[in-house]
């Protein structure tokens, strides 16, 4: 069956340095790839999305991988703020022949930044 | 432009009854996606709908239906509740036009519905 992992439930990093976030599939072949950040009690909040096509993608501090030989994208949050404290979420997507399509996400990862 | 809304934003209902969620996507987003967020399982694609048709579906039980009107707004709705239906429902709007669609997902803030 397809499987997302996330790879680890929690990270605790110092405030300014790189925060680096894996996320790796099985039994999938996405077409795109996104990361989300969810806070307590709040919905998921779209960061990035990479094509199949595409090694990296950058967006101020943040920076995601795609690598589709090793099935697993990286996620990385440069010079990290106590502000980036959240979840974390991969996310997959591949449209069909048919144009139907379905939103795979990760469990996600409990990111905290120490002040 | 303003976000994704959901109502109601709580909900507690009783074992059996039934329960209807609401969502109005972003203004011109015409697809619309529920999920399903609970600690155990995280979050899980329940269906999404376009243009007032159900494009696809993910494996939940047939309790769990939507339906889309006209302006895109979107209902789901949750019969014969049960103890483990409780959890935080999201509903997430992306913009379809003609010929291209975008795979972000703009998510509104769920419905925490607890059934006792």
């Known amino acids: 069956s397809q499987k997302i992992e996330q790879n680890s439930e929690a990270l605790n990093i110092q405030e300014g340095k790189t925060a680096t976030l894996t996320c790796n599939y099985t039994?999938?072949?996405?077409?795109?790839l996104q990361w989300y950040r969810q806070d307590p009690g709040r919905g998921p909040v779209f960061l990035l999305l990479?094509?199949?096509?595409?090694k990296e993608k950058r967006k101020e501090r943040l920076k995601v991988t795609f690598d589709t030989t090793l099935k697993q994208s990286l996620f990385h949050i440069t010079a990290s703020q106590p502000a980036d404290s959240a979840t974390y979420l991969c996310?997959?997507?591949?449209?069909?022949?048919?144009?139907?399509?379905?939103?795979?996400f990760g469990t996600g990862t409990r990111l905290k930044v120490l002040a | 432009k303003a976000g994704v809304t959901q109502t109601p934003r709580y909900l507690i209902k009783t074992r059996g009854q039934q329960v209807t969620l609401s969502c109005s996507p972003i203004?011109?987003?015409?697809?619309v996606s529920w999920y399903q967020q609970t600690p155990g399982q995280g979050l899980q694609f329940l269906f999404e709908?376009?243009?007032?048709?159900?494009?696809n579906k993910g494996n939940f039980p047939g309790r769990f239906s939507g339906r889309q009107f006209s302006n895109s707004r979107s209902e789901m709705n949750v019969s014969t509740l049960e103890l483990g239906d409780s959890a935080l429902y999201l509903c997430?709007?992306?913009?379809?036009?003609?010929?291209?669609?975008?795979?972000?997902?703009?998510f509104g803030p769920g419905t925490r519905l607890t059934v006792t």
């Open positions: 039994n999938y072949s996405p077409a795109y």
């Open positions: 203004s011109g987003h015409r697809s």
């Open positions: 997430a709007s992306s913009l379809v036009l003609t010929g291209a669609r975008s795979y972000e997902q703009y």
């Open positions: 990479i094509r199949e096509n595409e």
């Open positions: 996310a997959l997507t591949s449209p069909s022949t048919s144009g139907t399509y379905k939103y795979i």
């Open positions: 709908y376009f243009s007032e048709t159900q494009r």
